[in-house]
């Protein structure tokens, strides 16, 4: 257990996309409170933070390894920085579409814009993603 404190407190400390999720996540759950969502909405909302922040301290730890193992910047370093950093940034879509679906109607988005906008949004930056990869494995 002190190995954790010690690991999340010191990449609070250290990283500043840590401090940024931190505070986006209580951000979410004040917001969650404030508007009176019930368990199974604090839930959803406490899943989606904790996968975000589990993440990002994943991305930390990877990015911390591939400095030590290979110092020198090259491309097989960058590749695994970028996948751990991609990973963070799923992670932090799903949370806020997972808020969208769970807060929209309560602070007066329309029911329509969060039910069909946000999946056609989401299977949009899907498909955009597919589309780079195909092309970049193209050449």
Do not use: Y
Request: hydrophobic share 65%; proline share 4%; charged share 10%.
């Amino acid at each position: 257990m002190a190995c954790a404190v010690r690991g999340l407190t010191g990449a609070a400390r250290t990283q500043p996309h840590m401090r940024a999720h931190l505070g986006f996540a209580a951000a979410a759950l004040a917001t969650g409170a404030w508007a009176g969502l019930t368990g199974v909405e604090l839930a959803v909302i406490a899943l989606a933070v904790g996968l975000v922040l589990a993440a990002e301290l994943a991305n930390t730890a990877i990015e911390s390894l591939t400095d030590a193992v290979h110092p020198d910047p090259g491309p097989v370093a960058a590749a695994v920085k970028d996948a751990a950093a991609a990973a963070v940034l799923i992670a932090a879509a799903v949370a806020l579409c997972a808020g969208a679906f769970v807060l929209g109607s309560r602070v007066g988005v329309p029911a329509a814009a969060v039910d069909r906008g946000l999946p056609l949004l989401a299977a949009a930056a899907c498909l955009v993603a597919l589309a780079a990869g195909a092309a970049r494995a193209r050449r």
